[in-house]
């Protein structure tokens, strides 16, 4: 079987959930969250899930305009934390009280730690430890591979596609959950109703759990084996041989 990536199972995860790196942007936004004072180098995008130069996309970061003349990415600045979307200017050039200070950025629903953790919850129940199989993870603050875990011939093509669906189904769920809790709003240029939102989300986590379980299912029966979780240990799947007549 093809070794599995994690970047790999990331990144299907957010084509079906429409969550790729470049693909909500925020743009000439100003004013960052902070004190201008001519001394203090740290401010804040008031956006969570900044995305900065995930692996396949060394291009993507905030872009800092400091009088409306892009400054360089890390010399001038850096973000120590995208999550928060914190900025920190280097020493030394960080801004005056007179500057004005914009900026243009790419944001995600989820990051590559939440949904890596999405992802292998929707492995264990195909009966696998995790979603990839090729090394040890390569995305800093993600789960490592439990002992005994995972190997090049783990994952079959079938389940594979079933663990993307069921991950999907897993977020989808999270975000209606997410936009269930909150009134219509703005980021930047873009306007969104959570309501709309929640409603769409739902329908799609509904349809990828129906189409993660029964490719999970319909592999099991192809192999004429049966699908049933284990008794020991709680969110590992476990098939079960079933006598040939």
Do not use: H
Not at 59 to 87: D, R, W
Not at 114 to 119: F, T
Not at 198 to 221: H, I, P, Q, V, W
């Amino acid at each position: 079987m093809p070794l599995r990536t994690q970047q790999g199972g990331i990144l299907a995860c957010r084509i079906d959930l429409d969550d790729i790196y470049d693909g909500k942007t925020v743009f000439q936004f100003s004013p960052l969250q902070g004190l201008q004072d001519g001394t203090n180098v740290n401010f804040q995008i008031p956006q969570s899930r900044i995305v900065v130069t995930p692996p396949g996309f060394p291009n993507l970061f905030p872009i800092i305009y400091v009088n409306e003349i892009a400054i360089p990415f890390p010399t001038n600045y850096i973000s120590p934390n995208p999550k928060l979307g914190l900025i920190q200017f280097t020493t030394g050039n960080q801004p005056k009280v007179t500057d004005s200070i914009k900026t243009t950025f790419n944001w995600t629903w989820f990051d590559d730690i939440e949904l890596d953790s999405i992802l292998n919850r929707a492995a264990n129940e195909c009966g696998f430890l995790t979603y990839y199989t090729d090394a040890a993870p390569s995305i800093p603050g993600t789960e490592p591979i439990p002992s005994g875990g995972a190997s090049p011939t783990d994952i079959p093509n079938g389940l594979y596609q079933a663990i993307i669906k069921l991950a999907v189904a897993a977020g989808a769920a999270s975000l209606a959950r997410r936009f269930s809790m909150k009134y219509d709003f703005g980021a930047g240029d873009q306007n969104y109703s959570p309501s709309q939102m929640a409603k769409s989300y739902t329908e799609l986590a509904k349809d990828c759990k129906k189409e993660g379980l029964n490719a999970r299912d319909d592999f099991y029966k192809g192999q004429g084996r049966q699908y049933q979780p284990a008794s020991a240990q709680q969110g590992y799947i476990l098939p079960r041989w079933t006598p040939q007549r």
